[in-house]
């Protein structure tokens, strides 16, 4: 009887909420429905990272229109660059590479943006960070694993665009990368595999499938041609191009507070520094990591949520230090674990850029780590770099220029939920309440292949067979 008793009340009291909470907010509809603070548009786009900012632009080109909400006060997402303010040179501290393919260079092409090659560097240092030791370290010939990891690659074409997993997914999929890479020998190539997909967090403990997405043929391909970069190391102007054409259309600083996407279309309220506004349109197309937390203020339903709920993510975040006497490219190494691969959360690696006395780190951790935790390690193991450098004659000032963190950067599901069919439900979420989404969780850590995935979505988002 008590327990039914405080079960209505919580019960009444919930209800009293709602209620209170539909009362208010039909308020602040009507509030708004009369004149500027409602925008209304063809299509409603979460995120201006590599994946809105594409989705806006290629959408806006077919006609259609759009607005975008994006928390940050820019377009770019991960896409950062850092300019030295004594002399206005630029060197870029998140995205770096693209494929040379014509999705690619057709989007930068668009933006009158020129591009150059750029390959990945083999010549780095080997030294244990956490003591300043040098780890010996010897280049093998790399062919046959590449030959061997890209003839278990082919085996799985499927993997080329989206998460389209077969069921059951194949077991080879799910097993460990530490465990793959020792049946197939990739020693001699697992330093290029670990550089190239430092996002990804702990390679070794990733299930082979979420190796094989972030390090698959196209990565392969540009190893061989070479991948491209902004020649004026400025990817960031890509996205204040973007921005600029989107004009109104994009809402920075902005975040959503409210969504109902069970009628006809979708109206999400947002929060803009200019006041809320209310946006209706016909379709709601999601491009940030669909995290329950990152989703605060959407009407999930159970379906979605039980989804979300599932992603893990790791963390990942970018420094620009300015300092001398810093060896030129220090790959973080242990000589006590497998294929010399530090254990995270450490830094990654230590390079220069292209301004001078400006060096690159970048810092990975399975786990989010506080931004004070990942700046004195890293202050502490660049001094230390330092040391040696000098030949223990001290090191000097060391300056953190630039400070980024990309957290959550990689989402994932366990790999009991990926045999679960879990990517299938959520590819199953594509138009369901009239909503897309597209974005990293969806592809990979590659803008390139982001932005190919997205040309399958967009077609499908106003096609009404
Ligand atoms: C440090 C780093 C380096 C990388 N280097 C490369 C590289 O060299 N080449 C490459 O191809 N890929 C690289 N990647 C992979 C990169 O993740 C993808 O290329 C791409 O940026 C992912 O695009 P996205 O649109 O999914 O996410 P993002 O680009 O992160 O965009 C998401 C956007 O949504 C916004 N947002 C998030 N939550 C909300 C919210 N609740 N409401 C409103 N807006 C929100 C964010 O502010 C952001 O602007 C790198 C990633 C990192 C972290
Ligand atoms: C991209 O590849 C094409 C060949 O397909 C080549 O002609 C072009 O030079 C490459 N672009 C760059 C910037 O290297
Ligand atoms: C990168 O590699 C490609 C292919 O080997 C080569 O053509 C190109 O000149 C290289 N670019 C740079 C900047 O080293």
Same mark, same amino acid.
């Not at 399975?366 to 770099?385: F, G, H, I, N, W």
């Not at 990689?410 to 069919?421: K, R, T």
């Given at each position: ?292 937390? $990152? ?61 001078? $006395? ?108």
């Amino acid at each position: 009887m008590a327990r039914f008793f405080r079960s209505s009340l919580l019960l009444t009291s919930f209800s009293a909420v709602l209620l209170a909470f539909t009362s208010w907010n039909t308020f602040g509809v009507s509030a708004l429905s009369s004149g500027e603070d409602v925008i209304e548009r063809d299509l409603c786009i979460i995120g201006g990272g590599s994946a809105g900012t594409y989705s806006a632009i290629r959408m806006r080109d077919q006609g259609k229109s759009v607005v975008v909400v994006e928390k940050k006060g820019r377009m770019g997402g991960h896409t950062e660059t850092f300019t030295d303010p004594a002399t206005g040179l630029t060197t870029d501290a998140g995205v770096i590479v693209f494929h040379n393919l014509t999705i690619a260079t057709d989007y930068f092409a668009r933006f009158n943006i020129p591009l150059t090659t750029r390959n990945v560097s083999m010549n780095a240092q080997y030294i244990d960070l956490r003591t300043g030791e040098s780890v010996p370290y010897t280049p093998q010939d790399p062919t046959e694993a590449f030959a061997a990891y890209a003839a278990q690659l082919a085996k799985y074409p499927f993997l080329d665009t989206g998460f389209n997993l077969p069921d059951p997914v194949p077991e080879e999929l799910l097993i460990p990368f530490r465990d793959f890479a020792a049946k197939y020998n990739l020693g001699p190539i697992m330093g290029t595999i670990w550089s190239i997909s430092q996002g990804i967090g702990d390679l070794l403990s990733q299930p082979t499938l979420y190796v094989m997405k972030v390090f698959g043929k196209d990565i392969l391909r540009s190893i061989q041609v070479g991948f491209l970069t902004t020649k004026n190391h400025d990817n960031s102007e890509l996205y204040e191009k973007a921005t600029a054409e989107l004009g109104d259309d994009v809402l920075l600083n902005s975040h959503v507070i409210y969504t109902s996407r069970e009628g006809a279309g979708v109206e999400v309220e947002v929060e803009t520094p200019l006041g809320r506004k209310l946006i209706r349109a016909k379709k709601l197309l999601i491009a940030i990591p669909p995290k329950i937390e $990152n989703l605060q203020g959407f009407d999930l339903d159970e379906t979605e949520r039980e989804i979300f709920e599932q992603f893990s993510n790791n963390a990942y975040y970018t420094l620009v230090l300015k300092g001398s006497n810093i060896p030129p490219a220090v790959n973080n190494a242990r000589a006590d674990l497998p294929y010399l691969l530090p254990k995270l959360p450490d830094v990654y690696t230590v390079e220069k850029s292209e301004i001078p $006395n400006y060096y690159h780190v970048k810092y990975g951790s399975p786990y989010e780590v506080s931004d004070e935790q990942v700046k004195q390690t890293v202050l502490t193991e660049v001094a230390r770099l330092q040391d040696l450098e000098s030949q223990h004659k001290g090191h000097d000032e060391l300056e953190i220029a630039f400070y980024s963190n990309h957290s959550p950067t990689f989402l994932a599901f366990s790999p009991s939920a990926i045999a679960d069919g879990f990517y299938d439900r959520l590819n199953g979420l594509q138009g369901h309440l009239n909503t897309f989404y597209t974005g990293a969780t969806f592809e990979t850590l590659d803008s390139t292949l982001i932005w190919r995935f997205t040309e399958t979505i967009l077609p499908r988002i106003f096609d009404e067979r």
